[in-house]
């Protein structure tokens, strides 16, 4: 999720321990513990595909947060001196809050490292909800104005929370059985795998991907419609030595790791082929997609030039660098 949504859901933990810390005290442990977990944003300096490899991994596990919550409570235990032990809970119930709202969106999370590295994805709320930031900053205005109401509006925040990604729950699986019901692919196809994904400020209408032995299918499913909207169809091609090169690339085998429906294409750059996959979780080919890799190989299939913008970062990298990649 973004920030905003991290800081001010850690707001709302922070109000229901203020009967056992300093108002202050209460507030920025829970805001910094909430927020500590993207500290991993430093790998974007150093290459797209160290981001793409490390982002949401150990800071972001069961191990990491409890880590990081002794961390950020023994700091502010320095400052404060008050009882070590509820800061470090407002600490820990921050930092695992944290994990906790990104695993609702459909970018993977290494939440059970070092135990496994399967990534989880909930695939339940779009990465920015203007709803789940009403509801909590409604709660903390009314504590604010409402000043002995304080825990009882972060309560409530926190549960009108819990109802909405419920529902939330119950709509995707909805949104999947009209999906699965009569699935649009092409006659004798069978569907090998699927996804359906969150669309921003939308509960009904949800997006889908559909993999099968011959193509990607992506379109939209809605909760009102009695099948699936018509959907664009990706022909899968077939790999050759300019794959199977661009294959060896650091930035390639972490990306094939992170996709789950990654759609591969290829393009003549003068006597160069740019073979290049995208997510089609998050957009279509064709579209400005931050989630793709590109690998630049030579007539001798040697890798000329890699790329992968990490996010949101890839527009200043292309003014600073004057470049459609990064050289990593």
């Known amino acids: 999720m973004d920030n905003l949504t991290h800081t001010l859901f850690g707001a709302a933990v922070g109000r229901l321990f203020e009967d056992k810390l300093p108002r202050r005290v209460a507030f920025w442990t829970a805001a910094a513990s909430s927020n500590f977990p993207d500290l991993d944003f430093v790998y974007r300096l150093d290459s797209a595909a160290k981001y793409f490899d490390l982002h949401r991994g150990f800071s972001h596990s069961v191990v990491g947060l409890s880590l990081e919550a002794v961390l950020v409570a023994g700091v502010i235990y320095l400052f404060v001196r008050q009882k070590f032990k509820w800061i470090f809970l407002v600490a820990l119930m921050g930092s695992f809050g944290h994990t906790l709202l990104d695993l609702l969106n459909p970018y993977p999370t290494c ?5 496994t590295d399967r990534k989880f994805a909930w695939d339940l709320v779009f990465i920015v909800d203007p709803f789940i930031w009403l509801v909590l900053i409604t709660a903390l205005i009314w504590g604010r104005v409402k000043f002995d109401f304080r825990k009882g509006a972060a309560l409530t925040a926190l549960f009108v929370f819990s109802g909405y990604v419920t529902l939330r729950l119950f709509a995707h699986e909805g949104a999947a059985q009209k999906l699965l019901a009569r699935p649009p692919v092409e006659t004798g196809e069978k569907v090998r795998d699927w996804g359906v994904y969150p669309r921003p400020l939308e509960f009904w209408q949800w997006r889908y991907v559909l993999e099968t032995d011959n193509n990607f299918y992506r379109g939209e499913v809605s909760l009102f419609a009695d099948t699936p909207l018509p959907a664009a169809r990706y022909a899968k091609i077939g790999e050759n030595d ?7 690339s650091y930035l390639s085998r972490v990306f094939l790791r992170f996709a789950r429906f ?10 160069d082929i740019l073979v290049r996959w995208d997510d089609l979780r998050y957009a279509a080919p064709g579209e400005e997609n931050f989630f793709n890799a590109l690998v630049l190989v030579s007539p001798e299939k040697k890798i000329v030039e890699l790329g992968a913008p990490p ?17 990593t």
Request: proline fraction near 5%.
């Open 262 to 271: 990654p759609y591969l294409s290829l393009d003549h750059r003068g006597e």
């Open 111 to 115: 939440a059970l490292l070092p135990f």
């Open 242 to 248: 300019y794959v199977a090169a661009a294959k060896e």
């Open 311 to 327: 996010v949101l970062v890839k527009r200043v990298w292309q003014r600073v660098m004057g470049k459609w990649g990064s050289k």
